[in-house]
């Protein structure tokens, strides 16, 4: 396939470096042809600064929100750089540290896509696996070893690998690895691989602890900043909901049914809400799965398999769990707790507006949750607009009260934790109107939203 250059930019923002191809960059041809196979027009801002440099072998901290494209600008110039080189047993070349499994295997996948070209061999040295397979590559030399802090500990006390030839660091997702704790095994790598290496360190935040991180383990590094810190990305539309806490299962069902859902991640705080929203959702009949700390890696792969390949469209996640996932074309973010880390909201929203397209952000804002909406904004510095009626998605019914007709239901207790077991959710067209207490349904066309204004937006704001 042939690389097409782009002589005029369509970007909005036309300076000379945004019509920047990734020819100008200083790769290879070998790998330009996997990038534009890859279908890849042009660099994004972190891979048109970072790649440059990180060919020049200079240490790096390249920080940019979630979603912008990190991943290519170490693993490009990587392939380039390891092309040259030996390998030798028991000794990789280069390392990648990311903090999850699933994230250590996108990198690989990276890794495998545009380094087909290249003679490169990898190793992926994450838990969950068994290790057989891993101590036999490594025996057998890698160039490119990604791997978790944890597993890579563990095979490192036991012998089994040495780092001392290790001439390339790089620490993905750095604040995420500060979340999980990894920080002094990080070190403890580090200490451990010579000192005239090369290390890059990619986060979308920079908290204090990862500063110092880098200060004490990175050598005189290019700081690359593609906005401002914490920022949010421009593709996505956030909106907070305020809502009664009981009410937060109700308001998330009516947007998911009216906001031109495609697929939609659902955050929520604790892993036993994931549990009992997911099983809520799948109650009512909606296409949803759970990914979430407790589930093995076998279970959280096919959960994520299930979400990609379109079985399931409603994914409900822990932090943990879904931190840094590329999982593409997600039309909309859930948050149906405020995270209680104001970074995670920036990266919880960064799952969708990935890579251009846009996307749509809800965070669900009860009582508890005023403080963390509170510290998310001061983060982000600007305030989260309020979800109103002129944001609403479908024609929202507003008629005056017919006479009460049906008989009065009795209040709920508690939500639907009581809700009992639901038959499998009807075609859209086929549903019979949904009723609510004190309004009424208008008649309205075939395919059109014939529900009344939902009861949040009366909510008002926290
Ligand atoms: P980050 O690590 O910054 O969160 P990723 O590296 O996971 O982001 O990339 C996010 C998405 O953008 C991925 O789906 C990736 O394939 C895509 N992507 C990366 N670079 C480009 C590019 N230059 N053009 C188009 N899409 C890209
Ligand atoms: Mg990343």
Redesign the pocket.
């Known amino acids: 396939m042939l690389r097409t250059r782009r002589i005029v930019s369509t970007s909005v923002s036309g300076t000379d470096s945004n019509r920047m191809t990734?020819a100008d960059l200083g790769l290879s041809e070998d790998l330009l042809k996997a990038?534009s196979e890859?279908?890849?027009?042009?660099?994004?801002d972190?891979?048109r600064e970072a790649i440059p440099p990180v060919l020049m072998m200079k240490d790096i901290i390249g920080i940019?929100?979630?979603?912008?494209?990190?991943?290519?600008?170490f693993v490009l110039p990587m392939i380039d750089i390891m092309a040259s080189g030996r390998r030798r047993a028991l000794m990789p070349r280069s390392l990648i540290l990311a903090p999850t499994r699933e994230l250590a295997a996108?990198v690989a996948e990276?890794f495998e896509k545009y380094g087909k070209n290249h003679d490169l061999r990898l190793a992926l040295l994450i838990g969950g696996v068994q290790m057989g397979d891993q101590v036999k590559a490594l025996n057998e030399g890698v160039d490119v070893l990604i791997a978790t802090p944890g597993r890579l500990m563990d095979l490192f006390e036991r012998g089994k690998i040495l780092l001392n030839g290790c001439e390339l660091l790089v620490i993905?997702?750095a604040d995420r690895m500060l979340d999980m704790g990894f920080i002094p095994d990080i070190e403890f790598i580090c200490s451990k691989l010579p000192e005239s290496r090369q290390t890059m360190l990619?986060s979308?935040t920079m908290p204090p602890p990862i500063e110092k991180l880098a200060k004490k383990f990175l050598n005189n590094p290019k700081r690359i900043e593609v906005s401002r810190r914490a920022s949010t990305n421009q593709n996505i539309t956030a909106f907070k909901v305020p809502v009664k806490s009981r009410q937060k299962r109700e308001t998330l069902r009516w947007l998911i049914e009216n906001d031109h859902i495609e697929t939609a991640i659902v955050f929520a705080n604790r892993k036993t809400t994931v549990r009992e929203l997911n099983k809520s959702l799948q109650r009512h009949g909606f296409r949803s799965g759970e990914i979430h700390g407790d589930m093995d890696q076998s279970s959280r792969i096919k959960e994520l398999d299930r979400f990609k390949q379109g079985e399931i469209n409603i994914l409900v996640a822990s932090d943990v769990a879904a931190r840094?996932l590329?999982i593409?074309g997600v039309s909309h973010v859930f948050n149906f707790d405020t995270p209680w880390h104001p970074d995670d909201y920036v990266h919880r929203i960064?799952r969708t507006g990935?890579?251009?397209a846009k996307g749509r952000a809800f965070t669900f804002v009860a009582e508890e949750d005023a403080e963390a909406i509170g510290n998310v904004e001061k983060l982000t510095g600007a305030e989260v607009p309020v979800f109103g009626k002129k944001d609403v998605r479908v024609d929202l019914v507003e008629k005056p009260a017919e006479p009460e007709e049906k008989p009065k239901r009795t209040r709920r207790k508690r939500d639907e934790e009581t809700v009992e077991e639901r038959p499998a959710r009807k075609a859209k067209s086929e549903r019979a109107p949904r009723r609510r207490r004190d309004e009424d349904d208008a008649p309205v066309a075939p395919g059109e939203w014939n529900g009344p204004r939902p009861g949040f937006l009366d909510v008002s704001a926290t």
């Open positions: 990734f990038v890859a279908g890849y027009s042009e660099p994004t972190i891979q940019a929100q979630t979603g912008t494209g990190k991943t290519a600008s996108q990276n993905d997702e990619f979308a840094g590329d593409k960064g990935r890579a251009g």
